[in-house]
């Protein structure tokens, strides 16, 4: 008798692992298939990461502007160094006055520049744009 409790012993340990083993192999993909798509949306619904752009801004004010024209009694420095850097650029080095545009750029800093374009500018208010090496370009 002690042979056949043995043997089915034996046979129902190896049912359970079978068991065990046609549980895993039939449950395993459909909990894979659940993680999957639960991380699929959870990246889909995060936020997508912003880095830090200490270049970067917003487009506040665009007028024209008139360099080297006395608006008072005295002008400005600033201005008449603009006027006579565009002067000699175009090559007519005089007391004309010069159109410009004026951008002013709020940083994300918090900080304004201001920017003197060609009257060919084609910013507005609004427009997200990232400042390099002195200029103003595209936020792309």
Not at 66 to 85: E, F, N, P
């Amino acid at each position: 008798m002690g042979t056949r409790n043995r043997d089915l012993e034996t046979l129902s340990q190896l049912s359970l692992v079978a068991l065990i083993v046609v549980a895993c192999v039939v449950g395993i993909p459909p909990i894979f298939n659940v993680v999957v798509e639960a991380v699929a949306q959870s990246r889909i619904m995060a936020p997508p990461i912003r880095f830090a752009c200490r270049s970067c801004g917003e487009v506040e004010d665009v007028r024209e502007v008139m360099l080297g024209a006395a608006k008072h009694a005295g002008s400005t420095v600033v201005g008449d160094a603009y006027a006579i850097a565009l002067s000699l650029l175009t090559g007519k080095l005089g007391s004309e006055p010069v159109k410009v545009l004026e951008v002013e750029v709020r940083l994300q800093d918090g900080s304004v520049r201001v920017f003197h374009e060609r009257m060919s500018s084609t910013w507005n208010p609004g427009d997200r744009v990232k400042v390099s090496m002195g200029r103003i370009k595209p936020l792309s």
